[in-house]
């Protein structure tokens, strides 16, 4: 199978493949003429790697996930400890997003929105006004 259409197979663009083949993830066979021939078992790590990805995984936790998923004598703690790892950094992410997300609402709530040239908005992103004074209702 070619690059076209293991990318139509695996749901990821061929320039995800490449780089992925790049940097090592993946290995596909090649052709007499040098192009890139997928195996069965490449466009199961392709999958693999793109579901991976879907939840946020990097590259090298992806690695790692491979090589646990193709160690036999893996231990199912290794997958689970790094797949706790990444939920606490999600965790730590969304608390981050939600500590955004109320204090541009408060600076929304707090401009007027009118005429006047005062913007709390802006006030902020310039640092005329420190985190302190910008969260105080």
Same mark, same amino acid.
């Given at each position: 199978?070619?690059?076209?259409?293991?990318?139509?197979?695996?749901?990821?663009?061929? &320039?995800?493949?490449?780089?992925?083949?790049?940097?090592?993830?993946? !290995?596909?066979?090649?052709?007499?003429?040098?192009?890139?021939?997928?195996?069965?078992?490449?466009?199961?790590?392709?999958?693999?790697?793109?579901?991976?990805?879907?939840?946020?995984?990097?590259?090298?936790?992806?690695?790692?996930?491979?090589?646990?998923?193709?160690?036999?004598?893996?231990?199912?703690?290794? *997958? &689970?400890?790094?797949?706790? !790892?990444?939920?606490?950094?999600?965790?730590? &992410?969304?608390?981050?997003?939600?500590?955004?997300?109320?204090?541009?609402?408060?600076?929304?709530?707090?401009?007027?929105?009118?005429? !006047?040239?005062?913007?709390?908005?802006?006030?902020?992103?310039?640092?005329?006004?420190?985190?302190?004074? *910008? !969260?105080?209702?």
């Amino acid at each position: 199978m070619n690059i076209n259409q293991a990318a139509a197979h695996a749901g990821l663009p061929a &320039k995800t493949i490449r780089y992925y083949e790049e940097i090592g993830l993946i !290995r596909p066979g090649r052709a007499a003429n040098g192009y890139r021939s997928f195996a069965e078992a490449d466009l199961h790590k392709l999958a693999f790697l793109g579901r991976a990805r879907s939840l946020g995984f990097s590259i090298e936790d992806c690695r790692a996930l491979l090589a646990l998923y193709e160690d036999r004598a893996r231990a199912s703690g290794d *997958v &689970k400890r790094l797949a706790e !790892r990444h939920l606490t950094q999600i965790a730590a &992410k969304i608390a981050e997003l939600r500590e955004m997300q109320a204090t541009l609402g408060h600076l929304v709530d707090a401009c007027a929105g009118d005429a !006047r040239p005062d913007c709390p908005i802006l006030a902020r992103l310039s640092d005329h006004a420190s985190r302190e004074e *910008v !969260r105080r209702p």
